[in-house]
Protein backbone atom coordinates (compact mmCIF):
# COMPACT_ATOMS: atom_id res chain seq x y z
CA UNK A 1 0.00 0.00 0.00
CA UNK A 2 1.15 3.76 -0.54
CA UNK A 3 1.85 5.44 2.13
CA UNK A 4 0.57 9.05 3.16
CA UNK A 5 1.22 11.65 0.90
CA UNK A 6 1.71 15.18 1.57
CA UNK A 7 1.93 18.02 -0.73
CA UNK A 8 3.55 20.54 -1.26
CA UNK A 9 6.76 19.32 0.60
CA UNK A 10 7.75 23.16 0.69
CA UNK A 11 5.92 25.99 0.87
CA UNK A 12 7.16 29.69 1.38
CA UNK A 13 4.70 32.27 2.35
CA UNK A 14 4.43 36.04 3.99
CA UNK A 15 2.53 37.41 6.53
CA UNK A 16 -0.93 37.87 5.76
CA UNK A 17 -1.46 35.31 3.51
CA UNK A 18 -3.25 31.68 3.57
CA UNK A 19 -1.88 28.57 2.54
CA UNK A 20 -3.91 24.94 1.88
CA UNK A 21 -1.50 21.62 2.53
CA UNK A 22 -2.88 18.59 1.17
CA UNK A 23 -2.95 15.38 2.54
CA UNK A 24 -3.97 11.89 0.86
CA UNK A 25 -4.31 9.06 3.10
CA UNK A 26 -3.50 5.20 3.03
CA UNK A 27 -6.21 3.74 1.40
CA UNK A 28 -8.40 2.59 3.35
CA UNK A 29 -7.94 4.75 6.45
CA UNK A 30 -10.82 7.23 7.29
CA UNK A 31 -9.18 9.37 9.82
CA UNK A 32 -6.60 12.21 9.37
CA UNK A 33 -4.60 14.07 12.05
CA UNK A 34 -3.10 17.14 11.72
CA UNK A 35 0.30 18.03 13.62
CA UNK A 36 2.24 21.06 13.74
CA UNK A 37 5.81 20.31 14.89
CA UNK A 38 8.22 23.23 15.89
CA UNK A 39 11.83 23.75 17.55
CA UNK A 40 9.86 25.41 20.22
CA UNK A 41 6.91 24.24 21.30
CA UNK A 42 7.57 20.36 19.74
CA UNK A 43 4.90 18.09 18.80
CA UNK A 44 1.11 19.72 19.11
CA UNK A 45 -2.41 18.02 17.93
CA UNK A 46 -3.93 20.73 15.63
CA UNK A 47 -7.34 18.51 14.72
CA UNK A 48 -8.74 15.18 13.71
CA UNK A 49 -11.01 13.99 11.07
CA UNK A 50 -12.94 11.04 10.86
CA UNK A 51 -15.54 10.21 7.99
CA UNK A 52 -15.64 13.87 6.74
CA UNK A 53 -15.89 14.98 10.75
CA UNK A 54 -14.25 16.79 12.87
CA UNK A 55 -13.87 14.31 15.81
CA UNK A 56 -11.03 16.00 17.66
CA UNK A 57 -9.66 19.69 17.85
CA UNK A 58 -6.47 20.86 19.56
CA UNK A 59 -5.30 24.38 21.10
CA UNK A 60 -5.40 26.33 18.09
CA UNK A 61 -6.83 29.39 17.06
CA UNK A 62 -10.16 29.82 14.48
CA UNK A 63 -7.09 30.63 11.76
CA UNK A 64 -6.54 27.16 11.45
CA UNK A 65 -9.14 24.86 9.78
CA UNK A 66 -9.38 22.21 7.92
CA UNK A 67 -11.75 19.66 6.23
CA UNK A 68 -12.05 16.06 5.00
CA UNK A 69 -13.97 15.23 1.76
CA UNK A 70 -15.52 12.01 0.72
CA UNK A 71 -11.97 10.07 -0.64
CA UNK A 72 -10.67 10.63 3.18
CA UNK A 73 -8.51 13.07 1.92
CA UNK A 74 -8.25 16.06 3.59
CA UNK A 75 -6.87 19.58 3.69
CA UNK A 76 -5.68 22.22 6.21
CA UNK A 77 -6.22 25.79 5.87
CA UNK A 78 -4.01 28.36 7.72
CA UNK A 79 -5.29 32.07 6.75
CA UNK A 80 -3.77 35.75 8.15
CA UNK A 81 -0.08 33.86 8.60
CA UNK A 82 1.97 35.04 11.28
CA UNK A 83 5.58 34.49 11.79
CA UNK A 84 5.28 31.94 14.24
CA UNK A 85 3.13 29.91 11.76
CA UNK A 86 6.20 28.25 10.42
CA UNK A 87 6.67 24.43 11.11
CA UNK A 88 6.56 21.46 9.99
CA UNK A 89 3.05 20.47 9.65
CA UNK A 90 2.32 16.55 9.92
CA UNK A 91 -0.23 14.67 8.64
CA UNK A 92 -1.04 11.01 9.91
CA UNK A 93 -3.44 8.67 8.89
CA UNK A 94 -5.30 5.72 10.86
CA UNK A 95 -8.42 3.11 10.36
CA UNK A 96 -9.84 5.03 12.54
CA UNK A 97 -12.23 2.93 14.00
CA UNK A 98 -11.03 2.25 17.82
CA UNK A 99 -11.42 6.06 17.97
CA UNK A 100 -8.46 7.32 19.47
CA UNK A 101 -4.44 7.18 19.96
CA UNK A 102 -4.78 3.47 20.25
CA UNK A 103 -5.15 3.24 16.89
CA UNK A 104 -1.61 3.21 15.21
CA UNK A 105 -1.20 6.45 13.07
CA UNK A 106 0.79 6.14 9.75
CA UNK A 107 2.46 10.19 9.28
CA UNK A 108 3.51 11.71 5.69
CA UNK A 109 7.11 13.23 5.37
CA UNK A 110 5.25 16.94 6.59
CA UNK A 111 5.21 20.12 4.42
CA UNK A 112 7.89 22.29 6.03
CA UNK A 113 5.82 26.36 5.63
CA UNK A 114 8.04 28.90 5.87
CA UNK A 115 6.15 32.36 7.07
CA UNK A 116 8.39 35.22 5.93
CA UNK B 1 -1.13 18.91 33.73
CA UNK B 2 0.33 15.83 32.62
CA UNK B 3 3.84 16.46 31.73
CA UNK B 4 6.42 14.28 29.59
CA UNK B 5 10.12 14.99 30.05
CA UNK B 6 12.65 12.62 27.55
CA UNK B 7 16.51 13.11 29.80
CA UNK B 8 18.84 14.06 27.62
CA UNK B 9 18.32 15.89 24.38
CA UNK B 10 21.78 14.50 22.80
CA UNK B 11 22.73 11.04 22.92
CA UNK B 12 25.37 9.39 21.79
CA UNK B 13 26.13 5.91 21.60
CA UNK B 14 28.86 3.43 19.33
CA UNK B 15 27.29 1.13 17.13
CA UNK B 16 26.92 -2.15 19.02
CA UNK B 17 26.62 -1.04 22.53
CA UNK B 18 23.58 -0.65 24.19
CA UNK B 19 20.79 2.13 23.54
CA UNK B 20 19.20 3.49 26.11
CA UNK B 21 16.28 6.73 26.08
CA UNK B 22 14.47 7.88 29.20
CA UNK B 23 11.27 9.15 29.23
CA UNK B 24 9.39 9.99 32.44
CA UNK B 25 5.80 10.94 32.96
CA UNK B 26 3.66 13.13 35.15
CA UNK B 27 0.60 11.00 35.75
CA UNK B 28 -1.82 9.83 38.76
CA UNK B 29 -3.72 7.64 36.23
CA UNK B 30 -2.30 4.33 34.07
CA UNK B 31 -1.59 5.89 31.15
CA UNK B 32 -0.97 4.96 27.42
CA UNK B 33 2.53 5.39 26.52
CA UNK B 34 4.07 5.54 22.97
CA UNK B 35 7.42 5.55 21.57
CA UNK B 36 7.93 7.26 17.90
CA UNK B 37 11.49 7.49 15.77
CA UNK B 38 11.51 10.75 13.48
CA UNK B 39 14.33 9.94 10.69
CA UNK B 40 15.17 13.51 8.63
CA UNK B 41 12.69 14.61 6.54
CA UNK B 42 10.50 12.15 7.55
CA UNK B 43 7.06 11.60 9.63
CA UNK B 44 7.19 10.35 12.76
CA UNK B 45 6.75 6.40 12.90
CA UNK B 46 5.69 4.48 15.83
CA UNK B 47 7.94 2.02 17.44
CA UNK B 48 5.66 0.76 20.22
CA UNK B 49 2.99 1.28 22.54
CA UNK B 50 1.79 0.24 25.89
CA UNK B 51 -1.98 0.10 26.49
CA UNK B 52 -2.55 -2.45 29.04
CA UNK B 53 -0.89 -5.81 30.27
CA UNK B 54 2.24 -7.08 29.71
CA UNK B 55 4.81 -3.98 31.27
CA UNK B 56 7.36 -4.89 28.68
CA UNK B 57 6.69 -4.00 25.09
CA UNK B 58 8.49 -5.19 22.02
CA UNK B 59 8.20 -2.78 19.31
CA UNK B 60 9.69 -2.39 15.43
CA UNK B 61 13.47 -2.41 14.53
CA UNK B 62 14.51 -4.46 17.80
CA UNK B 63 13.37 -1.96 20.35
CA UNK B 64 11.87 -2.42 23.56
CA UNK B 65 10.86 -0.33 26.36
CA UNK B 66 9.46 -1.29 29.87
CA UNK B 67 6.64 0.57 31.49
CA UNK B 68 7.49 1.33 35.55
CA UNK B 69 4.51 2.68 37.04
CA UNK B 70 6.33 3.03 40.71
CA UNK B 71 8.48 5.06 39.10
CA UNK B 72 6.43 6.76 36.04
CA UNK B 73 8.86 5.88 33.50
CA UNK B 74 8.64 4.27 29.97
CA UNK B 75 12.53 4.03 28.76
CA UNK B 76 13.01 3.12 25.62
CA UNK B 77 16.19 -0.07 24.70
CA UNK B 78 18.01 -1.25 22.35
CA UNK B 79 20.66 -4.21 22.93
CA UNK B 80 22.73 -3.40 19.78
CA UNK B 81 22.53 0.60 17.97
CA UNK B 82 22.97 0.07 14.39
CA UNK B 83 24.02 3.23 12.51
CA UNK B 84 20.45 3.21 11.28
CA UNK B 85 19.40 4.22 14.08
CA UNK B 86 20.35 7.56 14.12
CA UNK B 87 17.24 9.58 14.62
CA UNK B 88 14.54 11.84 16.75
CA UNK B 89 13.04 9.58 19.18
CA UNK B 90 10.20 11.24 20.68
CA UNK B 91 8.09 9.79 23.84
CA UNK B 92 4.14 10.55 24.13
CA UNK B 93 1.69 9.78 26.98
CA UNK B 94 -2.04 9.64 27.32
CA UNK B 95 -4.40 9.26 30.26
CA UNK B 96 -7.33 8.84 27.26
CA UNK B 97 -7.77 7.74 23.96
CA UNK B 98 -8.05 10.94 22.24
CA UNK B 99 -5.39 12.17 19.81
CA UNK B 100 -6.07 16.00 21.57
CA UNK B 101 -4.58 14.59 25.07
CA UNK B 102 -1.77 13.25 23.50
CA UNK B 103 1.43 15.23 25.05
CA UNK B 104 4.47 14.29 23.02
CA UNK B 105 8.17 14.92 24.60
CA UNK B 106 10.47 17.63 23.51
CA UNK B 107 12.36 14.41 21.66
CA UNK B 108 16.10 13.11 22.17
CA UNK B 109 18.31 13.17 19.61
CA UNK B 110 19.78 9.62 18.88
CA UNK B 111 23.63 9.67 17.21
CA UNK B 112 25.65 6.26 16.43
CA UNK B 113 29.11 6.43 16.48
CA UNK B 114 31.11 4.27 14.00
Known amino acids: KAGVTQTPRYLIKTRGQQVTLSCSPISGHRSVSWYQQTPGQGLQFLFE???????NKGNFPGRFSGRQFSNSRSEMNVSTLELGDSALYLCASSPGLAGGSTDTQYFGPGTRLTVL | AQSVTQLGSHVSVSEGALVLLRCNYS??????LFWYVQYPNQGLQLLLK??????LVKGINGFEAEFKKSETSFHLTKPSAHMSDAAEYFC????????????FGPGTSLSVIP
Open chain 2, 27 to 32: SSVPPY
Open chain 1, 49 to 55: YFSETQR
Open chain 2, 92 to 103: AVSRETSYDKVI
Open chain 2, 50 to 55: YTTGAT
